[in-house]
Nanobody
Framework: VQLQASGGGSAQAGGSLRLTCVGS????????MGWFRQSPGKEREFVAA????????WHADTLSGRFTISRENSENVVYLEMNKLKPEDTAKYYC?????????????????????WGRGTQVTVSS
């Protein structure tokens, strides 16, 4: 499974961006998908996840509802809609695939559970 994230760039505080993650390779099975981010000097952190069928989504509480994950399985695409961006959202954003059938937050928010990772896309938010 190969994952390619795109859609990053520069934005003003209060603005919006939409990240896209396209999966290729083994596409006969849908995986749970997650977005994580890492800022310089900080550990990578959970942002959002969606189950393989798109029925359940999880978002980090710290985002206060500003971000929304969704997926389009027919296109092997996962999105992260980011609104009301803040300078502290500046980070490299990674999409990842998790292979279990779990829908638990404790699993889908745990980056160690993810088997496949994209290279990331940089998001920079200025004040």
């Amino acid at each position: 499974v190969q994952l390619q994230a795109s859609g990053g760039g520069s934005a003003q505080a209060g603005g919006s961006l939409r990240l896209t993650c396209v999966g290729s390779g083994r596409t006969d099975h849908n995986y749970n998908m997650g977005w994580f981010r890492q800022s310089p000097g900080k550990e990578r952190e959970f942002v959002a996840a969606v189950t393989s069928d798109g029925g359940i989504t999880w978002h980090a509480d710290t985002l206060s509802g500003r971000f929304t994950i969704s997926r389009e399985n027919s296109e092997n695409v996962v999105y992260l809609e980011m609104n009301k961006l803040k300078p502290e959202d500046t980070a490299k954003y990674y999409c990842a695939a998790e292979m279990s059938d779990s829908w638990y937050y404790s699993v889908l928010s745990d980056q160690t559970k993810y088997s496949y990772w994209g290279r990331g896309t940089q998001v920079t938010v200025s004040s």
